[in-house]
């Protein structure tokens, strides 16, 4: 991929851009980072800010109305705008380093003629000096000002002007009327802002002539081929400006840097040139969201006059430091990298052209902990989806085998069990049939379940129970498979794309039927990367015909308290319907209705909006037909007398996503204990993953199919091994009742062996992704190998096994019994530890 | 010494190598991860070469370098 493709991702990213009042301001002075030095009193610093942006600081502190306060963010919450007239009037005063910069450059041999000593002409004059160019200033009265002289800070100005002279040489000559531009002719380039009596430019155009300057004639004529981009006349070499062309001074001012470059580049090239706009434009600017903002009223000095030190520090705390950190600060794994959107986009792109071991990558943790859930997009002002950075990085370096192997092993050896071993396929009955005879069919679509490889592990019945209902009223089809995504998960694109042309047949030889998807990461995955396959949620079909559900009691009883709904990361992807009313709603917090007052008429605890979410906003009701799954699920809830709450922070993912758990366990522990303690209730959840990760650490959790449907609970997969049989258990009772013989896996040999594994090691294997039969394919090549030590003293032994991406170690005590099964004396294996470890020894045999 | 651990204490020594049943020596062993190798001081067998690698080495100093190669 091209570097600018995956720049690209973050263009729009305003992190660290300019806020609107920078915009607003004509110097685009620094405001943030003015008010978040002011806030500490560094006044010296902020001074360097003021002198460096405004030129002649005392000058523009004074007569600038401040139109950084039309666009200050502060006013969004109703509070004044903050008083910068007034803070830099403080670091003014209280600044006590007012030197200016002596710029050492070597001296250049062209000269340059300012007519008119206004502050137009004197910023213009003092930005070329500053680059040692040869700058003489004529003014016809006998001092500078123009038309400040007059001013009752006029001293000042003088004094302010005077300090930014005081380190340029440039020549003054007073007393000196220009009578015409031929008078300049020995000059490279001339700048002429003599400033107008009207101070209107629309009066030269009207040729009116005016008797204090002799030179109007010759001016007008000048004046009618301005050319206001770059301030030049049809006369090479002459520019104009100031209030000469109907600018104003603070406007003279903030453009003295522009026009002093153009004539630069005039005397440099020949022709006048104008460098292009790329920080300030207009849709760049973004107000934010500053509702959790505490409000705080302008400061007023007590004196009347200015601020104190004191004073100047609280007005100047007021500022929000507008910066947009959304991403930043709500995602876990973005708030514990803090690298902004553009740097990863560079460390993203730049990994992608590492060569170990000359180079090295900088962005592994972060791209690999990604939990992909589209969360950082969600919440976006201009939809930047970072996980596509990190997706980018992943199958960058996987291309060129840089991507640690050991983080997705286990996730594809699953991925080539749910694809192959455990794989099964079932064509839907309308195939052979025709119009299909199954009762309660409405349309004649055909159907497919595509449960997703997770649900049947954590329990058969999800799956059969599910399954069945279908095939009874659909005459479903059944694929047991993965959806892929734990390929693209670990970057390995090529093999991704393969399993998607797999998926792809199958669903052609079922005779293109519509999916009917258990995962809501799975319908995403199909929606995203095979758009040609009609997809239904399971839980919006189940909503969409309630009759096919068993008539259940009432399961108010299920939970300890009234659960909240989880919705599961893929969930808002896939949410097609767009009612605004459901949307609106999800953003209420439970038991804080938006409604006012003379719309909801419930009481606290039983908030008729969620019950009923269209009867808050019915008018603006655009929904469409098919009911999306966050809805459906609610509505399932309903049908059976629960009423869930919601929770705070919705599209986050439980932390299964991305399979960052083998990468980063210490930020998936942290992201996970988040999600649990977010609300103290229980959780429904409809996502199989959700399920898994909130119960291992102990949440009060049940999937909606434990409420709608008759799930024998002692069927769960309590530990990895048995979700993995499970799986296959699903495939065998199915392949039976089809007809098609007794499903089982190819044996090895390792198999038989009986293990007896305490509570606290099998904990430990679920936590680190072991299988007990990785325990037992260790023991039984280690007794065969001979890849074992032992402990004489306490009779243990210590086997082990390299793997390609990881070795196992298993501490053991063996004691002969009888096992039952096969009638015979064979060894129980009682497991005292096991560990893992990454890196190989490089065994040197000696002979 | 290993990240602390005295290799020679009676953790370990009463580990032998089972099959060739003799004592462990400490031995700089070269190890390899990520298409970079290091060498450190481990337990071996001194006859046929097998390297003993107790928890606290796996779970300690092993997973600190691992996660450092990792994140290069």
Redesign the interface.
């Known amino acids: 991929m091209q570097k600018e493709e995956v720049l690209k991702i973050v263009e729009q990213c305003f992190h660290g851009d300019p806020p609107s009042c920078a915009h607003a301001c004509p110097f685009h002075l620094d405001i943030r980072s003015f008010c978040e030095k002011a806030t500490v009193g560094r006044w010296n610093t902020i001074y360097k800010y003021m002198r460096d942006s405004l030129i002649f600081p005392v000058v523009v502190q004074r007569i600038c109305h401040m139109p950084c306060a039309e666009k200050c963010q502060r006013p969004l919450i109703g509070d004044e705008a903050i008083n910068m007239t007034m803070l830099e009037e403080a670091a003014l005063k209280y600044s006590t380093n007012k030197d200016p910069i002596k710029f050492s450059i070597p001296p250049k041999k062209e000269t340059v003629a300012i007519v008119g000593a206004g502050v137009a002409g004197l910023s213009v004059a003092l930005n070329l000096a500053q680059k040692r160019y040869n700058v003489t200033i004529f003014e016809k009265e006998d001092s500078i000002l123009g038309s400040l002289f007059s001013h009752e800070n006029a001293e000042a100005f003088e004094e302010d002007i005077k300090l930014q002279f005081s380190v340029v040489s440039c020549e003054f000559n007073f007393n000196k009327l220009i009578n015409s531009i031929d008078e300049l002719s020995s000059f490279d380039a001339v700048f002429i802002a003599t400033g107008y009596p009207n101070n209107s430019f629309e009066n030269s155009k009207k040729n009116e002539t005016i008797n204090e300057y002799k030179l109007s004639k010759e001016l007008n004529a000048l004046i009618k081929t301005y050319d206001d981009e770059f301030f030049s006349t049809s006369k090479e070499g002459i520019f104009l400006g100031g209030e000469l062309c109907g600018y104003s001074k603070i406007q003279s001012i903030a453009d003295s840097v522009k026009i002093a470059n153009v004539i630069e580049s005039y005397l440099m090239t020949g022709k006048p040139l104008k460098e292009k706009e790329e920080k300030f434009l207009p849709e760049r600017i973004h107000m934010l969201d500053h509702s959790e903002e505490q409000s705080k009223p302008r400061v007023i000095p007590s004196d009347g006059n200015i601020y104190t030190i004191d004073e100047a520090k609280s007005e100047a705390s007021r500022c929000f430091l507008c910066d947009c950190r959304l991403c930043l600060d709500k995602c876990e794994m973005l708030a514990s990298f803090a690298k902004r959107p553009q740097k990863l986009a560079q460390e993203a792109y730049a990994d992608t052209n590492v060569a170990p071991p000359f180079s090295s990558c900088t962005l592994t943790k972060e791209v690999f902990s990604c939990n992909e859930c589209d969360y950082c997009k969600t919440i976006c002002p201009v939809d930047i989806n970072l996980g596509d950075l990190f997706q980018i990085a992943k199958s960058g370096r996987v291309k060129v085998n840089t991507e640690p192997k050991a983080y997705h092993d286990y996730w594809l050896k699953d991925f080539e069990f749910a694809s192959e071993q455990a794989s099964y396929v079932i064509p839907p009955d309308n195939v052979f049939l025709g119009n299909s005879e199954s009762e309660g069919a409405s349309d004649n679509k055909a159907y497919m379940f595509f449960p997703g490889c997770k649900l049947g592990e954590n329990n058969p019945d999800y799956v059969l129970k599910s399954y069945d209902i279908l095939r009874k009223h659909f005459g479903a089809g059944l694929v047991l498979n993965c959806c892929g995504v734990p390929a693209l998960w670990a970057g390995e694109e090529k093999l991704f794309h393969s399993h998607l042309a797999v998926l792809t047949g199958i669903w052609k030889n079922a005779g293109k039927p519509t999916l009917v998807f258990g995962c809501t990461y799975c319908e995403k995955v199909f929606r995203k990367y095979l758009p040609d396959i009609e997809s239904i949620s399971f839980y919006s079909l189940l909503a969409e015909n309630p009759d096919l559900l068993p008539r259940n009691t009432n399961f108010t009883n299920a939970f300890t308290e009234s659960p909240a709904i989880f919705d599961p990361c893929a969930a808002t992807f896939n949410q097609e319907d767009s009612c605004s009313a459901m949307d609106g709603l999800y953003a209420t917090t439970f038991n804080q209705c938006s409604a006012t007052d003379n719309q909801c008429e419930a009481t606290e605890d039983s908030c008729s909006a969620i019950e009923d979410p269209c009867a808050t906003t019915n008018n603006q009701c655009v929904d469409t037909d098919e009911i999306s799954c966050k809805s459906a699920v609610r509505k399932l809830c309903s049908n059976i007398g629960i009423e869930p709450l919601e929770i705070t922070e919705k599209g986050k993912c439980c932390g299964f996503g991305g399979h960052m758990r083998g990468a980063n366990d210490e930020l998936y522990d942290k992201i996970v204990d988040n999600r649990i303690s977010a609300e103290d209730i229980p959780y429904i959840v409809y996502c199989a993953n959700c399920l898994t990760t909130f119960r291992s650490k102990g949440k009060e959790c049940k999937h909606i199919l434990d409420l709608i449907l008759d799930i024998d609970e002692s069927q769960s997969g309590a530990n990895l091994q048995d979700k993995k049989n499970n799986a296959i258990e699903i495939k065998r009772r199915l392949m039976k009742k089809n007809g098609e013989g007794d499903f089982t896996i190819p044996a090895n040999p390792w198999d038989y062996l009986l293990l007896n594994i305490n509570e606290e090691t099998q904990i430990y294997m679920d936590n680190n992704l072991i299988l007990s039969s990785d325990l037992k394919e260790t023991i039984f090549k280690a007794e065969q190998s001979g890849n074992m030590f032992m402990n004489s003293s306490s009779n243990t032994f210590l086997a082990f096994l390299e793997k390609p991406n990881i070795i196992f170690w298993v501490e053991f005590k063996k004691t002969e019994e009888k096992n039952k099964e096969l009638n015979t004396d064979c060894f129980k294996y009682e497991i005292m530890n096991t560990y893992f470890h990454r890196m190989h020894p490089r065994n040197e045999k000696k002979a | 010494m290993i990240n602390g651990v005295d290799m020679t204490n009676q953790d370990y020594s ?6 060739c049943e003799i004592a ?1 020596e400490s031995k700089k ?9 290091f060498s450190h001081e ?1 337990l071996c067998c ?8 107790p ?1 606290a080495l ?2 300690g100093r ?2 600190e ?2 996660k450092l ?4």
């Open positions: 009463d580990w032998k190598c089972s099959t462990l062993t070269v190890f390899e991860y990520m298409k970079r190798s481990v001194p006859n046929c070469g097998k390297v003993f690698i928890k796996a779970e092993m997973a370098v691992e190669l990792e994140e290069k």
